[in-house]
């Protein structure tokens, strides 16, 4: 999996490693912060977090554009991630003027959308450099799947910092996490809060030990969250400057993949296409940013309505056999385990099946050891479950891997657009499980006006096993889109074409707020999942209509 790779692959990933780390537990909290800080409804929350993600992934079209004409790919992320950096510094900095937050919030969102656009694309653009050299041109999906693994490696551990950061700045005040407390203490000092609203803060309060009044509770309690949610963004700004020390320090290891049409090298592998073949490359690729766009309206709803039903309807503790998946320690050994075995079928060797058998027993052993000694009962928050996708990616890449590998050796590997609609398809199974899961629970508008808290809460589980079929559906989708692109655009249009997967996923994570919309807009709540289920079915039957003509063209 990992061999005959070139080594700036891996300098290219551990960089890109980093910056996900800090955008994932940004945004694993974004959303919370918006209504711990400043109050808002699930409308304006879905507002602000549809425009920053659209604006996320519609900036590496500027950034494409400007490596291309102008500035070459290293030098535009050197200035995305400085830019990026001010952004995540700016929103660290804890402030209690509302209107002064504000201001400064916007700010920092454009500074990490625009530096982020310089980063993101022309990183991905430098890897699929590498692989035009034909001695590595064959190992082109593999080295994507690779760098797409090492971006949820980041995205994994972003959760857990976010929730770490959180619980240990408000236990310096004697305080714990309760989701339901935010939305109470602001209607309180809005002096909107119902009767049975104030008799749940009032019991809230009381559990949280407080002798304060209700209304100083309230303050004090939106002031530290917030607050704690500052210092989960200031993680960010750390891992930047680990990710800029990576991306500077390998430079040799990928600079003689830092060209384009415009401005080649003695060892570039430049190809030469008629504008006919250029205008057919850039149709198949617009054919299949239309599609993506909706698969990645609903996958990124793990941000905004699936955190909120974390929040307003999931079990908020777990006890038994779910508590290893609420433990990163045991999630740890758990990817361990599971490699483990991967080279135990890989290795060639009796040595290596042995250490490979040892590492197992190993993993096995600590797992029970820690789980022997946890509390009966472990709270969790809303953010954590945003592991188990990266968890999943981390633990199902080796085997998506093996099987089209082995799909290859057969000549029966589906194509990039084959295996794009297969992907819709398992997303839209991934949401009607969710819907199923929501039967018989009130709707968002009917749960506010009871004051905020479900009688109802669900298992864990229907939000777990959500992740793990939206993973797969990513799987087919995500690194195959990526590698698709580097492979099929046009040379003088690289950049450009990277920029426009990113612009795909932008409208598409625009698109998010519509779902946000509909979650306060008084729809049963298995309607809005339904809604997904629909789009990602409607997007399925396009790709498949389109596939002869798209498998012809990329050829």
Request: proline letters at 3%.
């Amino acid at each position: 999996m990992f061999k005959e790779h070139p080594k700036g692959l891996f300098a290219l990933a551990l960089a890109n490693t980093g910056e996900r780390f800090g955008y994932y537990t940004m945004l694993a909290i974004f959303t919370l912060f918006l209504q711990a800080k400043f109050g808002f409804d699930t409308s304006q929350t879905s507002s602000y977090f549809s425009w920053f993600l659209g604006a996320v992934y519609l900036t590496p079209l500027l950034g494409g554009f400007l490596a291309d004409k102008w500035l070459g790919y290293g030098r535009t992320i050197m200035i995305g991630i400085v830019v990026m950096f001010a952004g995540y510094l700016l929103l660290a900095i804890p402030n209690n003027d509302r209107t002064f937050s504000l201001i400064a919030m916007v700010s920092a969102l454009a500074m990490i959308s625009l530096g982020t656009g310089l980063f993101k694309g022309n990183l991905q653009v430098l890897v699929g450099n590498l692989y035009d050299d034909p001695k590595y041109s064959n190992k082109r999906d593999l080295a994507f799947s690779i760098f797409y693994m090492c971006i949820n490696i980041g995205a994994f551990f972003a959760p857990s910092a976010a929730e770490w950061i959180t619980n240990y700045n408000l236990n310096q005040y004697h305080l714990t996490y309760d989701a339901h407390i935010p939305s109470l203490a602001h209607q309180l000092l809005e002096g909107t809060i119902s009767s049975d609203g104030l008799a749940q803060l009032t019991s809230l309060a009381a559990e949280q030990g407080t002798k304060l009044s209700l209304t100083d509770f309230s303050s004090l309690y939106i002031e530290k969250l917030s607050t704690s949610y500052n210092y989960g963004f200031g993680i960010a700004c750390i891992s930047l400057i680990i990710s800029i020390a990576i991306f500077v320090f390998f430079k040799k290891t990928y600079k003689h993949a830092d060209y384009n049409a415009n401005k080649p090298t003695a060892t570039s592998h430049v190809e030469e296409l008629t504008p006919k073949q250029t205008r057919e490359r850039i149709f198949a690729l617009l054919m299949v940013f239309a599609v993506v766009v909706f698969f990645w309206m609903s996958f990124h709803q793990n941000g905004l309505t699936m955190t909120f039903f974390a929040r307003d309807y999931t079990a908020s503790s777990v006890s038994g056999l779910n508590r290893i998946g609420f433990s990163l320690a045991t999630m740890v050994l758990l990817i361990a385990a599971i490699y483990s075995i991967a080279n135990i079928f890989q290795s060639k060797t009796g040595k290596g099946k042995t250490i490979s058998g040892l590492f197992l027993t190993a993993s096995l052993g600590a797992i029970a050891l820690v789980y022997a000694n946890m509390e009966p009962s472990m709270k969790i928050t809303p953010q954590i479950f945003q592991q188990f996708n990266p968890f999943f990616v981390i633990v199902l890449t080796p085997l998506s891997i093996g099987i089209f590998s082995w799909l290859a050796k057969k000549k029966k590997e589906p194509s990039a657009p084959r295996k794009i609609s297969f992907g819709m398809v398992i997303a839209a199974a991934g949401f009607a499980l969710l819907a199923f899961g929501s039967l018989g629970l009130l709707s968002p508008t009917e749960l506010k006006a009871t004051g905020g808290v479900s009688s109802t809460l669900v298992s864990p589980d229907w939000l777990i096993s959500t992740y793990l079929v939206l993973t797969f559906a990513e799987l087919f989708l995500s690194p195959m889109g990526i590698s698709f692109v580097s492979r099929v655009a046009p040379p003088k249009y690289k950049g450009l074409m990277m920029g426009g997967w990113f612009g795909a996923t932008a409208l598409g994570n625009k698109l998010t707020g519509v779902i946000g919309d509909l979650w306060g807009g008084g729809m049963e709540l298995w309607m809005v999942w339904g809604v997904l289920v629909l789009c990602c079915l409607v997007s399925a039957i396009f790709m498949f209509a389109m596939l002869k003509k798209l498998e012809a063209i990329t050829e």
